[in-house]
């Protein structure tokens, strides 16, 4: 429980992060800025748990945060590769 409190902000600011810029510079195949921070959102919170129960007991704010950053982005990339928006012609 005290995990989820202290560290639980670093993998939002961690996912927050990655959702934005993936909307700035990544365009073509997503679903908005709000699909990317939910999809890095959640990619973020996975990532934490993974790393708290297999890798990490106890790691820092920044470690946290680059977990977050990494889960993140693995999950949007995989969004867009996978299941990525159909593309329409302006």
Partial sequence: MEYAVQ????????ALMVGLLAE???????YGL???LMIGLAGS??????ARLA???????????????VGGALAISAQRALWGAPLTSR
């Fill in 7 to 14: 560290m639980g902000p670093m993998l939002l600011i961690g």
């Fill in 24 to 30: 700035a510079t990544w365009r073509p195949g997503g």
């Fill in 34 to 36: 709000l699909a990317d």
């Fill in 45 to 50: 919170l996975v990532a934490g748990g993974i």
């Fill in 55 to 69: 890798v990490f007991p106890g790691p820092g704010m920044l470690v946290t945060v680059v977990i977050g950053c």
